[in-house]
T-cell receptor, first 113, second 117 residues
Framework: DAKTTQPPSMDCAEGRAANLPCNHS???????VYWYRQIHSQGPQYIIH???NNETNEMASLIITEDRKSSTLILPHATLRDTAVYYC??????????????FGTGTSLTVIP | GAVVSQHPSWVICKSGTSVKIECRSL??????MFWYRQFPKQSLMLMAT?????????EQGVEKDKFLINHASLTLSTLTVTSAHPEDSSFYIC?????????????FGPGTRLTVL
């Protein structure tokens, strides 16, 4: 399974864009990049995912480099409620079950008033 | 849509007893559910993959006789921690796939905090 590397922590001023990087240099051609976040003592929440094109939804944008070895999650206007641990995950596909998610250490984002 | 619930949300038990945690997909059918464990200030660790009507697949290092998983219906999977000990105290989280919506995405439950005294 492709592993991911993220900075352990980041701060962002409220109202500014939060850019969270992720390295996944061993990603294979058919593996997707997923982003989830976990607010303290809750289950993870899906944010966005992509294969090779940039993606945008109501929560965030995902920028994937052309070589797919890294990506950046962008929260365009961070709010205090965006304070959470953000996980970048590369999906592993196995035989009959598939879609196991292996979580890395994530980035703890703190949005500062 | 795509809501996953867990019951109980927290439980305290004595060492040596067994504890059952339920994971339900409320508005979709989940052929596959996943169980994770999370220790304080650590990431989620995948324990097992639960498939409806068949045996669960456990990750390396997870004792299948200690963590019993049953996925008897398309909306319910249970994790039983047998003969629990204090080191089993953790945050247990399940997730489920709704293949009718997305083959790729997993929806997570709110978690169950287990404390073994």
């Amino acid at each position: 399974d492709a592993k991911t590397t993220q900075p352990p922590s980041m701060d962002c001023a409220e109202g500014r864009a939060a850019n969270l990087p992720c390295n996944h240099s061993t990603i294979s051609g058919n593996e997707y990049v997923y982003w989830y976040r976990q607010i303290h003592s809750q289950g993870p929440q899906y944010i966005i995912h992509g294969l090779k094109n940039n993606e945008t939804n109501e929560m965030a944008s995902l920028i994937i480099t052309e070589d797919r070895k890294s990506s950046t999650l962008i929260l365009p206007h961070a709010t205090l409620r965006d304070t959470a641990v953000y996980y970048c995950i590369v999906r592993s596909l196995r035989s009959n079950t598939g879609n196991q998610f292996y979580f890395g250490t994530g980035t703890s984002l703190t949005v500062i008033p | 849509g795509a809501v996953v619930s867990q019951h109980p949300s927290w439980v305290i038990c004595k060492s040596g007893t067994s504890v059952k945690i339920e994971c339900r997909s409320l508005d979709f059918q989940a052929t596959t559910m996943f169980w994770y464990r999370q220790f304080p200030k650590q990431s989620l660790m995948l324990m097992a993959t639960s498939n409806e009507g068949s045996k669960a697949t456990y990750e390396q290092g997870v004792e299948k006789d200690k963590f019993l998983i049953n996925h008897a219906s398309l909306t319910l999977s249970t994790l039983t921690v047998t003969s629990a000990h204090p080191e089993d105290s953790s945050f247990y989280i399940c997730s489920a796939r709704d293949v009718a919506v997305s083959y790729n995405e997993q929806f997570f439950g709110p978690g169950t905090r287990l404390t073994v005294l």
